[in-house]
């Protein structure tokens, strides 16, 4: 049997990109200088500081990222917005409903996807 953990990224700065993760419950279960193991119930987010070479990285590259997305499940999509725009947290639009579901999404600190679909039965 082949069970997916989980994924590893690329970031420019853990210092940055760390705090973000953990704001939407990820905790740290391995920290080095240069990699942070996260976990969010079963699976697993690994962050790999590569520093300024991701943030140089030409325009194509950068808009490619946003095709790569964590993705995650939430139960109330509407209260999970309201609570990030309370928060502060730019996100970029409110929930929608792309037909196979509904789902909200925001971007890391390094332009990665971060999406919640709606675990909530319709």
Request: proline share 6%; no cysteine; charged share 30%.
């Amino acid at each position: 049997m082949i069970t997916f953990a989980g994924m590893s990224l690329p970031v420019a700065s853990l210092d940055r990109s760390v705090p973000f993760y953990v704001s939407l419950g990820f905790t740290v279960e391995v920290r080095t200088d240069r990699f942070v193991l996260l976990r969010l119930g079963a699976g697993t987010l690994g962050l790999l500081e590569l520093g300024p070479v991701v943030s140089q990285e030409d325009e194509r590259v950068r808009r490619l990222r946003t095709f790569v997305q964590v993705e995650l499940l939430a139960d109330d999509l509407d209260e999970l917005y309201a609570e990030f725009v309370a928060r502060g947290v730019e996100v970029a639009g409110p929930p929608r409903d792309r037909g196979f579901e509904r789902q909200l999404q925001l971007r890391d600190p390094d332009g990665f996807t971060v999406e919640f679909a709606d675990h909530s039965p319709r």
